[in-house]
């Protein structure tokens, strides 16, 4: 990559980073990509699954692959102090989805230059942190899917910057790579009465919820086997309203993560059953809402092998580094799910930083990783065109 396309990936990495946008209210973002496309020649389409812009580079005849770059933010406040941090109160680029999309405009303008046989699609998505306000509860990848844009796609490939990882790495792992993931709500109803006087006549929320996150915890230690990886966590909890009254209501929530999917709905369906144990006990309500849940990413070890060469040139086969299995959630699982597929971790570790991780309201992503990752995407999809020729 030459430095006047670096250095303007560099800009538009910056623009994105001050200007972040949640799910499907990336706008800016995607007019941002449609201009550079516009400047590029390259045919696109747009206001797919709200904001997602689609393009497409065909050469000749041949088949056809994805590439594929996320665009929402978090709902976060900025500390990192740089000069160009978020502009916009709570709102964040924590999970270097800003450089997802730039290391995708750098593939295009790199492709644009390239000659290959077949057709590359390139997917700037929205919405991968999870559903944000879609009424139907599905991320963007999931819309791109079930919309039929991947049809005619026999393979995919996505990378997500890694800040723990130094520039000039990437990292993998085959089979299920990235965590089957679920976010839920438990409301437990209870019913007010005096603490002190009449604590009888109440149904105490405050403690059918505790017995619940109590009894929740055996889930994984006593009912999933020991060589499988699960996670359930119980991450916020709000209820009562006075020392003097009996808690009518405590409002739960957390997450739940596991690599393999059976092991996975086995922790629903355990922890739906103590639900339904302490409703019967305490003669009251308890409403569980798994509001977003999505599977595990499946990495494609005969797609991982064809991009071999791509590995090689970019990054060095001593860069290119099989891990183990991350307990994330990516909803690029549902483009593994309908196509052949690999995801990597693209290592963007910035040395000034002192180590914070994704989703972190400090952490810094070295942008030295953008040439790298609009490299390796570029080179990749062509790789797979010809070996998939």
């Known amino acids: 990559m030459d430095a006047q396309l670096r250095d303007r990936l560099i800009d538009i990495r910056r623009q994105i980073h001050a200007q972040p946008e949640l799910g499907y209210q990336e706008e800016n973002t995607a007019n941002l990509v449609k201009q550079e496309l516009d400047l590029l020649g390259i045919d696109y389409l747009s206001n797919i699954a709200g904001t997602g812009v689609i393009a497409s580079l065909t050469r000749g005849t041949g088949p056809c692959v994805a590439i594929r770059a996320d665009m929402d933010a978090l709902p976060m406040q900025e500390e990192t102090g740089l000069p160009f941090a978020s502009k916009v109160s709570g709102k964040m680029h924590a999970c270097g989805h800003d450089l997802h ?199 494609n070890r005969d797609v991982h092998q064809k991009l071999q060469g791509s590995l090689g040139n970019v990054f060095g086969q001593q860069n290119a580094l099989e891990k183990i299995p991350l307990l994330a959630g990516e909803d690029f699982c549902y483009y593994s799910r309908k196509v052949p597929s690999m995801f990597y971790l693209l290592g963007a570790q910035d040395p000034d930083s002192p180590g914070y991780y994704l989703h972190h309201p400090k952490v810094i992503f070295n942008e030295g990783c953008i040439p790298y990752g609009s490299s390796f995407l570029a080179k990749g999809a062509v790789e797979l065109l010809e070996r998939f020729r």
Do not use: W
């Open 101 to 299: 999309t730039t290391m995708l405009i750098g593939a295009a303008a790199l492709l644009k230059q390239t000659d290959f046989q077949g057709t590359i699609k390139l997917l700037f998505q929205p919405s991968e942190e999870g559903p944000s306000t879609d009424p139907e509860r599905k991320s963007g990848a999931r819309h791109f899917v079930e919309k039929g844009y991947l049809d005619d796609v026999q393979a995919a490939l996505g990378l997500h910057v890694d800040p723990s990882l130094p520039v000039g790495q990437i990292s993998y792992a085959i089979g299920p790579a990235l965590a089957c993931t679920g976010f839920f709500t438990i409301e437990v109803k209870g019913k007010a009465a005096h603490a002190g006087a009449s604590p009888q006549l109440g149904i105490d929320a405050v403690v059918i919820a505790s017995q619940l996150i109590q009894s929740a915890q055996t889930i994984v230690s006593r009912h999933t086997p020991p060589m499988e990886t699960a996670v359930l966590s119980f991450t916020k909890i709000n209820g009562g309203v006075a020392p003097n009254v009996i808690a009518d209501r405590v409002m739960l929530e957390g997450t739940i993560r596991a690599l393999n999917l059976d092991v996975y709905e086995e922790v629903i369906v355990r922890l739906q059953k103590i639900i339904d144990g302490l409703m019967l006990i305490h003669d009251t309500a308890i409403i569980f809402d798994l509001y977003f849940t999505i599977p595990s990413v499946l990495n």
